[in-house]
């Protein structure tokens, strides 16, 4: 199995920027196959969609919500997916979430597995 933690949240202002950090253990010998994303919830919504990135290829996408703002990265040899968080919005606010893909979909949570614990990202206005 493989268990992801995710770290880097805090309390910001509006426009700040912040770096959360997605760190796999236990069975990740394949990791660079690895499709990962990022989902966020928000109190009272469901968990959402945020950054994906795929392990053929590398690349990337993201909801319409955060293109521009939001950077998805990887570093395979330390086993870590990345979201860079730029020009921080209030609507931004939510518990952060990485997972593996294993469903045909990468976007939808259902099709997820392996979720960490979150980290909470608090925007201010």
């Known amino acids: 199995q493989v268990q992801l933690v995710e770290s880097g949240g805090g309390l910001v202002q509006a426009g700040d920027s912040l770096r959360l950090s997605c760190a796999a253990s236990?069975?990740?010998?394949?990791?660079?196959?690895?499709?990962l994303g990022w989902f966020r919830q928000a109190p009272g919504k469901e968990r959402e969609f945020v950054a994906v990135?795929?392990?053929?290829?590398?690349?990337?996408a993201y909801a319409d919500s955060v293109k521009g703002r939001f950077t998805i990265s990887r570093d395979n040899a330390k086993r870590t997916v990345y979201l860079q968080m730029n020009s921080l919005k209030p609507e931004d606010t939510g518990v952060y979430y990485c997972?593996?893909?294993?469903?045909?979909?990468?976007?939808?949570?259902?099709?997820?597995?392996?979720w960490g614990q979150g980290t909470q990202v608090t925007v201010s206005s």
């Open positions: 236990g069975r990740t010998f394949s990791f660079s196959l690895f499709t």
């Open positions: 990135t795929r392990g053929i290829g590398s690349s990337t």
């Open positions: 997972a593996i893909q294993r469903g045909s979909s990468w976007s939808n949570p259902t099709d997820f597995v392996s």
